[in-house]
Structures are given as structure tokens and as C-alpha cells.
């Protein structure tokens, strides 16, 4: 066996040498980037497809998002990701202080994204611009946005802390969402612990099980199976005139989709003094908190990996030998980083 | 140190029995350990889903009702799909055979990142814990696919599930992550890319599309979950959604996902084919590209999933795709024939299952052909063509190949001989019952029998029951399977440290090997290198003697053209 | 640079310069993205903003994740992952074009019954 | 290049003509283009069976011959043979080749209706199929004529379902939100099943209905006697067909069993108690109001759910369910 004397402490005893293990921590690590890099894939694929089928919706929805809290994010990532790359350039000289205050420099960077983005969810919760059956545009009516909430504001009380952001709704939206049964409204039922995407931060450094938080969250979601069985049947019946005039092409749909015979209310008035408000625009949204939301658990997984490492350096686990762990876990901010580089202009700057 | 003893008792303690006590096994980081806790845990997903398998054929002897209702007969065919793909067969091989015999292949003390092994073992429990209490609180009747929007609508543990499943990704990303960084980074001196053993270009290959596919998966499964939790809206139409755009996210990882079926059973067979012929394998080089060129092929062609829902435009692409995934499996199986040409074959029970999968291979491979062309694919799309198509595939091949892989490294993972010929019945039982059991299921297809009927019209009745006998059979052959492998453990004749022969590393250490693998890292030498070893007749070993010619590196050559080593 | 003497570690040390130099080309790329969104150029935006965040990315991955100094693998293991990626999109967006004609426009019967739009 | 592949193409078909058109394994050929679907079929079954028996009988063959007799010998070092690899790479991606374009020509006739096609629109809906035809009769059952091609203009209500026809080997997504066509042109009168072929819950086995091809002429006579079909119908048989066509055993039951709606079973005739606690004779006229002003009168007990159904079925309509009301004293 190769005698232990030459075999520091940080040495895997499945390694022959520094060098092999540090380049195994590299190549895993970039692997692991590469499955957050097809993680996020599948979210601009959803992008591309919805944007290429609804332009119009892009255009109309994405005025709703404050461009310069937006840019100023962007510039809070890069920044943060500067100051990551000084602190694994600190760390590889040795120097313990300023490792350990870059990456809390760093970790200050993330603070503030995320608290700019709570502020930018809690704006868009009060105004209604949410996802699917949630979305209730009423600014539309009355042209400039905010200065009276509709007639369910919520008073989310949103705690600027970074980590849980509780936002709940008052029994009065889920009553009158529940009643008109419109089957596949899955969501409305749920406790008011359905709270914004970005639930409690509970992952292990690097792997975010955060969406399995969401699982116990909405184990509420259970129930309203009940419901969902009832409203499935109630919309199979069919919908075809008998007798009579033949089903013009659209009748079919427009027959098919409101057997309570309701007719069709009339359209919205003018949208946000900016054109014609499409219909569905809550899709708009439904992307735009999937990415936003997904891309905030990252940055919260970021920081706690951060916070682990700070950890470590503060313990004196690192030398100018050895500071992997910090080289890995900036490669992951900076990954962060580059999801938000892409995301900012297809969200904010459409044209 | 003393070495193994041939008189059978091992005085040196092995990997076993280093450490004793349930502790040491469940916080191990031996990945022998860890594979040996893989195959227990996915051998009982395997009973599970075989378990339902039986029911599934046993409701289907006769329309109408004969054991179960509707709705029962939908969760038991969904629960049959997703246990036996997202537990036992996607980290089956990979994860089990691959954990224990892939450091020891190369020589090396243990895989990369033993840490994050031990974590994709813990991944699979979560992940099973999930399947199995969304089985017993409300099981999913939406098929193994989760197709929406029915998946969205359907009021049964949907979300349960899909989290199992989305735990279920990580762990195979992870053993994936493991596999290419230890192949890359912990090679032997002497081992370059050319004299690696075609069971590592196996593994790397599958490794690559586990790691690079399974993300994708991941990000379905949270959409699903959000449009089901938060009615978000990606997928259901009533929320605006496209329903055809889930298909293509689930299938751009589930086409990926049978390639990392079948891929660890090609590199099982070539091990298989080359040791029990005792002859050099023909193409290394084909093999060895075939593997990778699969997984390349296999992420640009999901589309032949969809034709019956695409646009023609879409449909010419993907079945002009399709066919290019065909060549390469059909140069292996080529190959795996030349390897047998002027060999000196040995009909032991791992051999048996290597020419077993090439015949069930063979068939299951030829049978795409008929559903990559778009005409008779229109014809052929959901219906008993399709089920008797891939479980050729997957059960005929990769099951077989596992089978095949477990008997051949059983006396390295355990030190027990298993009964030979209580072994070569079961191999045929199985091989009898699954052709019964599934050709009929070829002929129910043309006739248009469509998949996931409970009941069926009456001209189908008499195909049903000769496929639902033959499924009777296939599980004596699997119970009598695993009789003599559990009596192998307790009672079965101590294994020597290479009872075939081969040349690969793993056969140079003790049986059940000690705990660092090796007392010092072997020399490699070229895989099929048979002159490495020479039969002993008392001990029934094949003893190591070194190289029969060896470089100024003092490494092995036995490999033409390759004088020059790096 | 004198520093390097001590350093004995694995890895390659990024010499500030270069990092302060990306850093700065990062926010004036930034700035240009935002700057070219007052000018309508139709169609070309959505081009000019997604060629102008991958100089920006590639920055990033080249300087500050210093994989410029690194390993061939890990380059092919990055570029692999984003052609993927490009398949992706690609093949789904050509048949989700193709389908479009036989979509019912604005079809969401559960949003329009419970807004009322 | 497409001649290349014709002259291919006959080349096979010559060898594979004489093989019986009706094969056991396969439904029976009701549609023009059937026959070539059998036919690629039987072509690229006999490749397959080729090639599968030439590496079975190889295979046989060598396990016979080479069997072990001792066991330190070793197989002559054959590392690899590149023109023989670079032929059974070859072979297979022509054949391979050959068959995807036959597959695609085959496919493209399958998939493009002609311009004059007969047009019949079809709900998918769980367990049921509708087919709604030009003079707006509705059925459950598909009538074709046998001497034109017919294109079914399908969506679904709710989940994903697809019409599949193996009698005329012809299959295509059903799905919400959009509308799919299939288009076939029958040339066997006769009845075929029709599956739904894809996964849709309960009641996916049972969403089986038939195909029926009319003879040539016959398809017109029962085109009209079918428009009147509430006429033409006893008047009970009309109305037991509109109670399941409108969807009202949703709510209504004929057996006395509780529902969202009161039970029809001795509802005609009988003393009706109201909510606001005066009572009703349900004679026609009460029956006739609560189907066309169902708020009007509320039964107690019952939410006041039921829709209108005003302009969705006439006078002979309601008479017929009245009559069918009857028969259920």
C-alpha cells in the first residue's frame, strides 16, 4: 500500500494524488452543471414554444415587469459573481480574511437579488398578474396600476427576509375561486400554504429538494380530488345541438367549453392603455414565475452552499493546498449567474 | 498478510465480513457494499413488478371482468410500467452490477465520489418510499407516462408519484456522474481508452445519456406537479396548455432512458460472448464506437413516439432518425456473432442467457423496423405490437443480459457456486414462457388489439389466454431462479478466484474480494488476453501466470498494432 | 505576478486583471442589451439580445469559471450539454410550428370560465 | 432517386406478391389504402425473418461445431475484419434506407385528405364518440359511403383520445384544444370495429363503436331516413336515445336512484312539492317548462343546476322524452 506519509488528510484514500482528485471534483462538478444547464432547457423550450404560439400575449404581458428592477438584479448577479471569483482566487493563495469576506460579500449579492425579486412577486400577487386560473388583470379596467388593489387584495405580510416568504390569501379568494367549478382549476383549493414558488430552502448543498417541500405542501392537493371527479364528469356530458342547424367549426368549441349555456361575457375593457389585452395572458405569467421561481430555489441553494463554504474557510479547512470545495461551489454561483444573463432579456426586454 | 487459501476457508476477512452489523452496511462507502444493497433493494422492486405483472395477465384471460375492475386494472398496469422501469430496470444494471464490478475493472480501490454513491442509494429508497405509499394511499392510473391532460385531471396520487419518480432522476444522475468521472479519472497505468473492457464502454456510454437525458425528466415532473398543485398551466389545454408539448419533453428523456436499458446489457454481453468462448471479441473498436454512437443516436430520435399526433413534417424527421439508431445494434449483434466463430464455447447458464438475448435482441431489434417506417407505424402505434416490441427489448434483452451478468459474477459478489443445472432449466423456463407469453402479443397487435384495454372484443380471447399461460411459466423459471441463488449463499460450494477464465482485473482478487480490493493495484493487461491464465485442474481455477508478452513498460501487450502503450 | 510563487494547489489562479476586465466588460454588455431594446428593429431584438447574452455567457464560463485554463473534457462536457439544449428547442419548436393551423386559437375553457374573460 | 427506390420497390413486391392478400394476422383490407400498408408490412417481414434466421442458424451452428473440449484453449486472435464490418454496415443502411422512404410515400398518402373528401365532425369525450354529420344528425355509430373518401374532422372535450380504424388501418390523435383529420376512403361495405386507442381512464375498453360502410347508393336513403330520426323512431326508443345524447342520466336517473336532478323513475303524472312549497301536477306542460326554463320551477330538495336547454332540442324532441317518461311509470 502506498505508505500513509505522503497522504494528507484531505486526500481520498481512493485517490493516488491531489492532482486526480481535484481534476475528479472538477469534471463532476461540471457534470452536475450540465444537468442544471438541461434542468433549465426544458423551461426555455416551454419559453420558445409559448412565445412562437402567443407572441401577441409576450408583447402585452411583459410591460407588467419593472425593467429596471430587473437590470439592477443584473447587476447584483454579476457583481456577486465577481466577487465569488475573487474569493476562489483568495482561497487558492491561501488568505483566509479575504476569502472568507469576498464570499460573504458574495452571499450578500444573493440577499439582494432575492429581495428585489420578493418585491417584484409581492407587486405582481397584489396586482392578480398570477398563473393559470389565478390571473385577475383588473388593472385592465381601470388603466394605471396599483393605486386601488382589487376588490381581494391580499395583505401579504412580506417579510423582506430572504429565506421564507409567506405570502397568504384571505379565505374571501378561495371561496369565490372554488365555487365556479371550472374543472382543472387544480390549485384553488389548496391551503393558504400555497405560498409563491419559491417555498422553504431545505436542500442539501447542491441538490435542491425543494420541490419535494412542495409535495408535503400540497399534500392539501389530495382533497380536492373529490372535487376534480365530480367537475370531470359534469364537463364530458356532450354539447351537440340536436337537430337543426349543422355546428359551425368554432360552435363546437365554444359549445363544448361552457355547458352551463353562459354566454360568452364581453370582452375586457382597454388593456393597460397599451392596445388590444389578449385573451389567456396568464400563460405569460405561468412562464414567468416557473423560471423566475425555479431560478430563485437555485439562488437560494446557491447561497447555501455559500454559507457551508464560508463555514469551512472561517474553520480553516483551506490552504493554498487545498480549497476545492470553494472552486466548486463558485462554479455553481457563476452557473446562477449565467441562467439569470439569459433569463433577464427574454422576460424583460421583448420586443 | 496472508493470501486466499485454496483449501475453500479464507482466513483474510472480505468485504462481507470486514465490518459487522446493519451500521457498517447502511453507512458504508465500499461500493461493493453499496452494489450488493442495489441489487437486494431493486430485486424486490422486480418481485413487485412482476407481481403485477401476473395480475395484469391473469385479468386478461377473459373479457370482461375476471379478477379486478377498471379502475383497479389501470393502476395495476401503471404501477406494473413505473416499478419496473424507474426502480429496477433503469438503475438495474448500471447501479448493481456496474457499482461492484466497475472499480474493481479497473483496478482501482473505489468509484470516484464514494459519498454521493451511498446518497443515489439513499435517493432510490426515497424515491421507492414515494412509488410505494402513493401505491397503497390512492396508486396512478395514468400509465407509466403520465400523458396529460388526463394525468392533470385524474384524481388519484399523481403527485406522489411523479415526486418518486423526480427522487428516482437524482439517484440516477448521480450513479451516471459517478460512472464517467471514475472511468476518466481513476484508469490504471497501462489502460488506455483502447484495452478498457467493452463492460466499462458500456457503462460510460449509458453513464453519459444518464447524466445528460435524466434533467429533462426532472423539469416534466415539476411542470406536471406545478399544473397539478398551483394549476400553473404548461400542459393542460383547458389552462391553455399543449398537451403535445408534454410529450415531447417526457419523451425527449424517455427515448434516451431504454438506451440506458439496453446499453449496460450490450456491455454485459460482450463480457458474456468473448470469456465463455474463450476468444479474443471481434471489433473492439465497432463495439466500443456502437456503444457511444447509440447514445448519441438515441437523444434525436423520440419523435417515433408521436407520429400518430405530429405534423408530417415532424414524422419525416424523426422516422428518418430512427433508423439511424438501428445500424449501430445491429453491427454489435454482428460482432457478438463473429466473437462465437472458432471460439470454444462453454453452455453454462451465463451463456445460455448471452445467446438467449442475442435471439430475443434479434427479434425485438427487427421488429422496429416496422414501427420506425410511418406507414405501418399508423397502423401499429398503441397497440400489442408496441407492448410485444419493447418488452423484447427490455425483458429479452436487458433482463436476460441482467440475469446473464448476475450469474457470471455471482461467485466474485458472493463466493458461492450457483447449481448448474438447475440453472440451465430455469434459463430455459424463462426463455420458453417469455416467447409464449409475448410473440402472441406480436400477432394481437397486427390485429389491432390496442394497448391498456381492460376488456377486449371476443375475436382477441384465445391469443390472450396462450400469452397469459405463458406468463405462467416465465414466473416458475424466476421463482426457481431465485431458489437457487438464495440456497447458493447459504449452502453453495465455495467459489475460487476465477472459475472462467477471464482476463479481466476483477478476477485477479479473492472471491468475495477483501474490502480494498486489492493488496496492490494490478497491471492491465488487454481484456480478452486469454493467455493470461491456465486452467488448474485441482482446484477447477484458472490461475493467473501474467502476460504472455510484455513491453519495455513491463505492460501487457496481447493486443496487435497496440505496441506502442501510453 | 509574485503570488504565484507560494500557491502549490491544483487549478490554475486567475490573475485579477483578467477578472476585473470581464467584469467590467459584463455590465457594458449589459448596458448594450438594455440600450438596444429603445431601438425597434423588429424581429432582429430577440436575435441581438440572445447573440449579446452568449458573448456575456461565454465570458463568464471562460474567465470566471476559468474554464479556459482547464481540461478539454470538461469543454466538451459544457458544449455537449448546450447542443442538446439547441436539439431540444430545435425539433420541438419545428413541429410545434408545423401543428399550429389546427389549433383552436385562445382555447382555455377553465381560465375563461373562472375569469369571465 | 424516388425511381431508384420504385424500381426497388417492384423488385421486392415481385418477391413478395404471391403471398395470400388476406393474411391471418392482419384485419380484414376495408380501405383503399390498406393494402399497401399490408404489403410494406409483409415486406419488412420478410426482411426481418432473412436476417433473423440467417443469425439463428449461424448462431446454432457455431455453438454445435465449437463446442469446449479443452479448456485452456483459446480462439484464434481475431481482433477484426474491416470489408467484412464495413459490409453489414452497409447492408442494413440500404435496406434500412429503402424501407424509411417506402415508409414516408406510404405515410404521405395516409396523412394528406383529398380536397373533395365526405366531411364528418367527431367529439372524443370520456367513453364516447359522437359523429356529427353535415345535416346535423348526431350518432354514436360511424356511417360511411363506400364510393367516396370521407375525412372526420375530430377534438375532444377532455382528455387525449385517438380513432383508430384497423380495418382501414388508419389511427390519429383525438385531442382538446385543437382539431386532428383522418381521412380514409372505404371500399368494403361492411360493420368494423372502431378503438380508442389511446389511454383516456375507466372507460377506455369500452369506447368501442362500429364503422358502418354503406353500400354504394345506399348511404343517401340512409342519410334522410336518419335526418328524422326522432320521427321515424317509436317515440320511447327517440326519447331513451336523446336522455343519453343530451347527457341527462348525468344527473337524472331512470331507476329511482338518487342524482343531482330528480329521479324520472314515476315522475310523470305524479304530485311535484316546489321549494316555495306549492305543488305541481308533472304533466307535458311542466315537463316541457323545466326543460326550457329550468330555473322557473325548483323542485325541493335540489340546487337549481340544470342548464337550458333552449335551441338544443325541438318540439318532437321533447315529445319523444315525455313519451319515453311514460313508459318509465
Request: glycine fraction near 10%; aromatic fraction near 12%.
Amino acid at each position: 500500500m502506498s505508505d500513509h506519509s505522503d497522504h494528507p488528510s484531505y486526500l481520498g484514500h481512493h485517490y493516488d494524488t491531489v492532482e486526480q482528485q481535484f481534476d475528479s471534483g472538477k469534471l463532476g462538478m461540471w457534470l452536475f452543471l450540465a444537468t442544471e444547464i438541461l434542468l433549465f432547457a426544458g423551461l426555455f423550450c416551454a419559453y420558445a414554444i409559448y412565445r412562437k404560439n402567443h407572441p401577441e400575449v409576450f408583447i402585452y404581458a411583459h410591460q407588467f415587469l419593472d425593467k429596471n428592477l430587473g437590470g439592477i438584479n443584473t447587476l447584483v448577479l454579476i457583481t456577486s459573481s465577481f466577487t465569488m471569483a475573487m474569493a476562489v482566487r483568495m482561497a487558492q493563495l491561501g488568505k483566509k480574511q479575504a476569502t472568507a469576506g469576498l464570499l460573504a460579500l458574495t452571499l450578500l449579492g444573493g440577499v439582494g437579488f432575492l429581495g428585489i425579486k420578493a418585491v417584484e412577486y409581492e407587486h405582481k400577487w397584489k396586482h392578480g398578474l398570477l398563473w393559470g386560473t389565478k390571473y385577475r388583470d383588473q388593472d385592465a379596467e381601470h388603466g394605471t396600476p396599483g393605486e386601488h388593489g382589487g376588490e381581494h387584495g391580499t395583505e401579504g405580510e412580506t417579510a423582506p427576509g430572504e429565506h421564507s416568504l409567506r405570502l397568504s390569501l384571505p379565505g374571501v379568494e378561495i371561496a369565490h375561486a372554488a365555487e365556479d367549478a371550472g374543472h382543472g382549476a387544480a390549485g384553488n383549493e389548496a391551503t393558504s400554504g400555497e405560498a409563491a414558488a419559491n417555498g422553504t430552502e431545505h436542500a442539501a448543498d447542491g441538490t435542491e429538494h425543494s420541490a419535494s417541500g412542495d409535495a408535503t405542501m400540497s399534500e392539501g392537493a389530495a382533497a380536492e380530488g373529490a372535487q376534480m371527479d365530480a367537475s370531470a364528469d359534469e364537463s364530458g356530458e356532450p354539447a351537440p345541438i340536436v337537430g337543426g342547424e349543422a355546428m359551425p367549426h368554432s360552435g363546437l368549441a365554444k359549445g363544448a367549453s361552457q355547458p352551463q349555456g353562459m354566454a360568452a361575457p364581453a370582452e375586457a375593457g382597454e388593456g393597460h392603455g397599451t392596445g388590444h389585452k389578449p385573451s389567456n395572458v396568464h400563460i405569460f405569467f405561468g412562464i414567468y414565475f416557473l423560471m423566475t421561481g425555479l431560478h430563485g430555489l437555485h439562488v437560494i441553494a446557491g447561497m447555501g452552499a455559500i454559507s457551508w463554504v464560508l463555514i469551512r474557510t472561517l474553520r480553516g479547512d483551506f490552504s493554498a493546498e487545498y480549497s476545492t470545495p470553494v472552486d466548486l461551489v463558485g462554479l455553481y454561483w457563476h452557473l446562477v449567474d449565467l441562467v439569470w444573463i439569459y433569463l433577464f432579456p427574454l422576460l424583460y426586454l421583448i420586443h | 498478510m496472508t493470501t486466499t487459501t485454496y483449501d475453500g476457508h479464507a482466513e483474510e476477512k472480505n468485504y462481507l465480513n470486514a465490518k459487522p452489523g446493519i451500521w457498517s452496511w447502511l453507512t458504508t462507502l465500499d461500493h461493493k457494499r453499496i452494489g450488493v444493497m442495489y441489487l437486494i433493494s431493486i430485486l424486490f422492486a422486480f418481485f413487485l413488478g412482476g407481481m403485477l405483472a401476473l395480475l395484469v395477465r391473469t385479468e386478461l384471460l377473459t373479457p370482461g371482468k375476471t379478477i379486478v375492475d377498471a379502475d383497479t386494472y389501470n393502476q395495476l398496469f401503471t404501477l406494473h410500467g413505473a416499478i419496473m422501469i424507474f426502480l429496477f430496470i433503469i438503475p438495474g444494471i448500471p447501479a448493481a452490477i456496474g457499482n461492484f464490478v466497475l472499480p474493481l475493472m479497473l483496478g482501482a480501490k473505489d468509484v470516484a465520489f464514494p459519498r454521493l454513491n451511498l446518497l443515489s442509494w439513499y435517493l432510490w429508497i426515497t424515491g421507492a418510499v414515494f412509488a410505494i405509499v402513493s401505491m397503497v394511499v390512492g396508486a396512478v392510473d395514468t400509465g407509466w407516462t403520465f400523458y396529460t391532460p388526463y394525468s392533470t385531471q385524474t384524481s388519484t396520487q399523481v403527485i406522489n408519484m411523479t415526486m418518486g419518480v423526480f427522487i428516482l432522476g437524482f439517484s440516477s444522475i448521480f450513479t451516471g456522474l459517478n460512472f464517467v468521472v471514475t472511468i476518466h479519472k481513476l484508469r490504471p497505468a497501462g489502460m488506455t481508452w483502447w484495452r478498457m473492457p467493452l463492460m466499462l464502454w458500456g457503462l460510460y456510454a449509458t453513464a453519459i445519456i444518464q447524466v445528460l437525458a435524466t434533467p429533462v425528466l426532472g423539469i416534466t415532473l415539476l411542470l406536471l406537479v406545478a399544473e397539478r398543485a398551483l394549476g400553473v398551466g404548461i400542459f393542460d389545454p383547458s389552462l391553455g396548455g399543449d398537451p403535445l408539448l408534454y410529450q415531447h419533453f417526457f419523451w425527449f428523456y424517455s427515448h434516451p432512458a431504454v438506451y440506458i436499458m439496453i446499453l449496460p446489457a450490450m456491455g454485459v454481453i460482450s463480457e458474456l460472448i468473448s470469456v465463455h468462448s474463450r476468444k479474443t471479441i471481434f471489433g473492439y473498436h465497432a463495439i466500443a464506437l456502437s456503444s457511444v454512437a447509440i447514445a448519441a443516436f438515441s437523444f434525436i430520435v423520440w419523435g417515433h413516439h408521436m407520429f400518430t399526433a405530429m405534423s408530417p413534417m415532424g414524422n419525416m424527421i424523426f422516422s428518418a432518425l430512427t433508423f439511424s439508431v438501428s445500424i449501430p445494434s445491429a453491427v454489435k449483434t454482428f460482432n457478438w456473432l463473429a466473437t462465437l466463430y472458432r471460439g470454444h464455447i462453454r453452455l453454462n447458464a451465463p451463456m445460455l442467457y448471452a445467446l438467449a438475448f442475442i435471439f430475443l435482441f434479434g427479434i425485438g431489434g427487427l421488429t422496429g423496423l416496422f414501427l420506425g417506417a410511418l406507414a405501418t407505424d399508423i397502423h401499429l402505434h398503441d397497440t400489442y405490437f408496441i407492448v410485444a416490441h419493447f418488452h423484447y427489448v427490455m425483458f429479452g434483452g436487458t433482463v436476460i443480459a441482467f440475469l446473464g451478468g448476475i450469474h457470471h459474477w455471482w461467485p466474485k459478489m458472493f463466493g458461492r457456486m450457483y447449481n448448474e443445472n438447475l440453472a440451465r432449466i430455469a434459463c430455459l423456463l424463462i426463455f420458453l414462457g417469455f416467447n409464449f407469453t409475448f410473440f402472441t402479443q406480436f400477432i394481437l397487435g397486427t390485429m389491432g388489439m390496442p394497448r391498456r384495454y381492460y376488456d377486449y372484443i371476443d375475436t382477441f380471447a384465445t391469443l390472450h389466454q396462450f400469452s397469459t399461460m405463458g406468463s405462467y411459466i416465465m414466473a416458475v423459471g424466476f421463482f426457481l431462479t431465485a431458489g437457487y441463488l438464495i440456497h447458493s449463499l447459504v449452502a453453495g460450494e465455495r467459489a475460487v478466484e476465477n472459475p472462467w477464465g477471464a482476463a479481466t482485473l476483477e478476477w485477479r482478487t479473492a472471491s468475495p474480494p477483501i474490502e480494498h480490493n486489492f493488496h496492490e493495484t494490478p497491471d492491465a493487461n488487454y481484456p480478452y488476453d486469454y493467455s493470461v491464465n491456465r486452467y488448474n485442474p485441482e482446484t477447477g481455477n484458472y490461475d493467473y501466470i501474467g502476460p504472455s508478452r510484455v513491453d519495455d513498460h513491463g505492460h501487457a501487450v496481447g493486443f496487435h498494432g497496440a505496441e506502442s502503450t501510453t | 505576478m509574485s503570488d504565484h510563487a507560494e500557491h502549490s494547489g491544483p487549478g490554475h489562479i486567475v490573475s485579477p486583471m483578467i477578472l476585473v476586465g470581464t467584469l467590467v466588460a459584463l455590465l457594458v454588455l449589459t448596458f448594450i442589451t438594455v440600450a438596444v431594446t429603445w431601438v425597434n428593429l423588429g424581429e432582429f431584438n430577440l436575435w441581438i439580445a440572445m447573440i449579446i447574452a452568449t458573448i456575456k455567457a461565454t465570458l463568464v464560463v471562460l474567465f470566471f469559471m476559468h474554464l479556459y485554463w482547464d481540461k478539454p473534457i470538461i469543454g466538451i462536457v459544457f458544449v455537449t450539454s448546450l447542443l442538446l439544449v439547441a436539439l431540444f428547442i430545435g425539433l420541438s419548436m419545428t413541429d410545434v410550428d408545423q401543428v399550429g393551423p389546427q389549433r383552436i386559437p385562445d382555447y382555455a375553457p377553465a381560465v375563461q370560465q373562472s375569469t369571465g374573460s | 432517386m424516388n425511381l431508384v427506390f420504385d424500381l426497388i420497390a417492384q423488385l421486392a413486391l415481385m418477391g413478395v406478391a404471391q403471398t395470400a392478400n388476406k393474411t391471418f394476422y392482419m384485419p380484414p383490407q376495408a380501405s383503399a389504402s390498406a393494402a399497401h400498408v399490408d404489403w410494406l408490412f409483409d415486406l419488412i417481414l420478410w426482411i426481418s425473418v432473412f436476417f433473423f434466421v440467417l443469425i439463428v442458424i449461424l448462431m446454432v451452428m457455431f455453438i454445435v461445431k465449437y463446442r469446449v473440449k479443452d479448456p485452456n484453449a483459446e480462439g484464434p486472435r481475431i481482433y477484426h475484419n474491416t470489408p467484412l464490418e464495413i459490409t453489414w454496415t452497409a447492408i442494413p443502411l440500404a435496406i434500412v434506407v429503402v424501407i424509411f422512404w417506402l415508409g414516408f410515400k406510404g405515410y404521405m398518402d395516409l396523412a394528406v385528405p383529398p380536397a373533395n373528401a365526405y366531411e364528418i365532425q367527431v367529439t372524443g369525450q370520456k367513453w364516447k364518440w359522437l359523429f356529427t354529420y353535415p345535416n346535423g344528425y348526431v350518432d354514436e355509430i360511424l356511417h360511411v359511403p363506400s364510393d367516396r373518401p370521407v375525412t372526420l374532422v375530430m377534438t375532444s372535450t377532455d382528455v387525449i383520445h385517438a380513432m383508430y380504424i384497423p380495418a382501414f388501418r388508419a389511427k390519429t390523435d383525438v385531442m382538446p384544444g385543437r382539431y386532428t383529420k383522418i381521412w380514409f376512403d372505404a371500399t368494403e361495405p361492411g360493420t368494423y370495429p372502431l378503438f380508442c386507442a389511446e389511454y383516456c381512464g375507466t372507460g377506455h375498453s369500452a369506447m368501442i363503436t362500429e364503422v358502418l360502410v354503406h353500400g354504394p347508393g345506399e348511404f343517401e336513403t340512409w342519410m334522410d331516413e336518419a335526418a328524422n330520426w326522432i320521427a321515424t323512431m317509436a317515440p320511447e326508443e327517440a326519447g331513451l336515445k336523446l336522455y343519453s345524447m343530451l347527457g341527462c342520466q348525468q344527473c337524472h336517473s331512470t331507476t329511482g336512484a338518487a342524482g343531482i336532478g330528480p329521479t324520472w323513475a314515476g315522475l310523470f303524472g305524479s304530485e311535484r312539492k316546489m321549494k316555495d312549497g306549492s305543488t305541481i301536477v308533472a304533466d307535458e306542460n311542466y315537463i316541457r317548462q323545466s326543460i326550457l326554463e329550468p330555473q322557473a320551477e325548483i323542485v325541493a330538495g335540489f340546487d337549481p343546476v340544470m342548464p337550458t336547454f333552449q335551441g338544443r332540442i325541438k318540439d318532437d324532441g321533447i315529445a319523444a322524452l315525455i313519451a319515453y317518461m311514460k313508459s318509465l311509470q
